[in-house]
């Protein structure tokens, strides 16, 4: 007895109703790609996920159907997954900062008073 | 005046034949094309193959719409309730999917001849075709790299890669030179600049997939002695067609007057 399915392509294949299914370890798979949009020319190009291709070339074109078959795209990257140096979560804790640290940021120093004073100061002057 | 109004007429059933001949070729093999839809060899292949097919259909629709705006029915009754013989679609399209390597050489061969159609038809003094031509241009310059990449990959893999992909190139290359039959408009069609005419057409491809096929060590099959599939543009069609048809249109005809 083969499959029978709503799906007409399935039944005229004559599938068997038990497959004899082998393991699939053994498959070799292609490598992966990390794949890079871009939207405009001089923007910088942002990562948008990965895919699997066994070279360069087939990576671009099978990127520019799965990653900007709907949004505008004037350019892609591929990279090699192999190829990209990461700092690794074993070491996100490089990117925690003592909170107390006011004077590296912008909103850490009080200018309002200072401007008030040289406005002030220059109406004076005009007057 | 009656010579130019007969002139006209005949013009116009060229221009007609020869939409319905490039209309139902991506009909029919985008149709074909999405068969693949679910099935394909990996999931990013799927997906590409399957964006392909449609836009052949938005092709075709395009077409139709065209045909539709000088005196033929709507698009969806023009695709779909034609009989059979009624198609102007070449023998290429219409043949099962097969395997993979079948359906990719002959989206291969297909998709070039079709980018060299639309690029001469780029500049048909028929205005309204020469204006969806150039539109068309992106989608089959994509369609033609993602062919020619693949033509190459498998023509220089590794196991029986190449053996598989030459079978398919000599399977499809007599079906291939049916996309050039000539119809039986070619001389007004060429006289009056609506189309350089399939001659032309068939020399320009040959030489576009010719390089390719040589880049990927492919063996060229032997032209002079290949029997064309003809037939397909005069609508005498392979026994593929017919279930084809049926299976395509058996939603519609539940009830054609739906809307979606």
Known sequence: MSIKSLDPRITRENLPEEPDSK????IHHWQTYEVFHQTKKGDRHIHVGSLHAPNQEMAVILAKEQYSRRDKCVNLWVVKTADIFSSGYENEDIFETTPEKTYREAGGYKVMDKINKFKKERKQQSN | MKE?????????TAIKDLLYRLADDQLILGHRNSEWTGLGPILEEDIAFSSMAQDKLGQSQALYQLLHQIGEDDPDT????????EYKCCHLVEYPIGEYNFSLMRH?????????RFNMLGSSSFEPLAKISKKFKGELKYHTMHAVTWINQLGHGSGNSPAKIQASLDECFPLALGIFEPSGYEDILIGEKIFFGEKELQ???????????????LKIPDIKNIKASYGGRKGIHTEYLKPLIDEMTEVYKIDTKAEW
């Not at chain 1, 393991?23 to 053994?26: A, D, F, G, K, Q």
């Not at chain 2, 291969?108 to 060299?116: P, Q, T």
Request: glycine content about 0%; hydrophobic content about 45%; overall charge negative.
């Open chain 2, 4 to 12: 130019f109004n007969e002139l006209n007429d005949k013009k116009t």
């Open chain 2, 78 to 85: 023009i695709a779909f309730t034609r009989k059979v013989n």
């Open chain 2, 108 to 116: 291969f061969l297909f998709d070039m001849s079709e980018a060299i």
């Open chain 2, 203 to 217: 020399e320009k491809w040959l030489e576009a997939v010719i390089p390719v096929l040589k880049n990927a060590n």
């Open chain 1, 23 to 26: 393991p699939l370890e053994n």
